[in-house]
């Protein structure tokens, strides 16, 4: 069985539905308040444990009280929590989220006071042990020594690239695979994938989620492929794009063919967005 290793952060999010987006200064009540456990490498971690793959995360959660909540979620979907860094002192980050009932989208507001995850404690990992590593856009200083050495020991490596970070395209000549959304291609000034493809040729697989239009990718032989979304009623988007890396790399990993795993992946975040919540 393939080990997956994803480095990057976990969440304490704090989920309000309302039935619509409020305007600026407004007063409204939610529907309902849920308490999940968030964050990208993790989500991710927790689908690709749902398709059956080992599955381990390298993070830093702190021993406050909200990362009981994490900490039970992850044990319970089996994720391998022995590259963890524990620290007695920080803050389990936290995103506030508003989802809207009316449309399924959600807005988030983040709020972090925790050390990142660094080379040093990478570099102490023992990385034969996996087949592949799923690295978080962030901290990118230190996310260079860790791309650096992945490739080194041939690895094979996926990179998500979702926020605008300056000087993160520097480092897309590393991993095998990028995973980009479609905020950051928006950031580069275009809103066309296909252009943005274009414009990316070389020997990296690229991949490109774009909402309710499906995905686009770069094989490696060159080509643009498009997989369209199935029409959806979107419950609760929450943590799509994440769905998304895990199909892609859950495809990568079985061998399906450049069209298939667009089409995989596609389908597997839609049918996350018809339903709340990461279970499959």
């Not at 009280?65 to 929590?81: I, T």
């Not at 794009?241 to 992946?265: C, M, S, Y």
């Amino acid at each position: 069985m393939p080990r997956i290793l994803s480095v990057g952060i976990a969440t304490l999010d704090i989920v309000n539905r309302v039935s619509a987006y409020p305007e600026e200064d407004a007063e409204i009540r939610a529907l309902s308040q849920q308490r999940r456990r968030g964050g990208n490498a993790t989500n991710t971690l927790v689908i690709l444990s749902q398709l059956g793959h080992a599955v381990a995360w390298a993070g830093v959660l702190p021993r406050d009280a909200d990362s009981s909540l994490v900490l039970e979620d992850l044990q319970r979907h089996q994720v391998d929590l022995g590259a963890v860094l524990r620290p007695d002192s920080g803050k389990l980050p936290t995103s506030y989220i508003t989802l809207s009932a009316a449309t399924g989208s959600r807005t988030i507001v983040h709020y972090r006071d925790l050390p990142e995850y660094g080379f040093d404690d990478f570099d102490s990992l023992s990385l034969d042990a996996f087949d592949w590593i799923h690295f978080e856009g962030r901290n990118l200083t230190q996310l260079k020594m860790m791309l650096e050495k992945t490739r080194r020991l041939g690895i094979p490596c996926s990179l998500e690239v979702e926020k605008p970070r300056a000087g993160i395209a520097a480092l897309f000549a590393l991993p095998d695979v990028l995973l980009i959304s479609r905020a950051w291609v928006r950031e580069q000034g275009t809103d066309s994938p296909q252009a943005f493809l274009q414009q990316m040729k070389d020997d990296r697989q690229v991949f490109l989620a774009w909402g309710a239009e499906g995905a686009w990718s770069l094989s490696p032989g060159g080509e643009i492929l498009h997989a369209p979304a199935p029409e959806t009623e979107v419950v609760d988007s929450i943590g799509a794009g994440d769905v998304f890396n895990a199909g892609i790399i859950d495809a990568l990993l079985r061998g399906l063919p450049p069209q298939k795993t667009l089409e995989h992946a596609v389908n597997l975040a839609s049918a996350k967005c018809a339903r709340e919540g990461l279970q499959l």
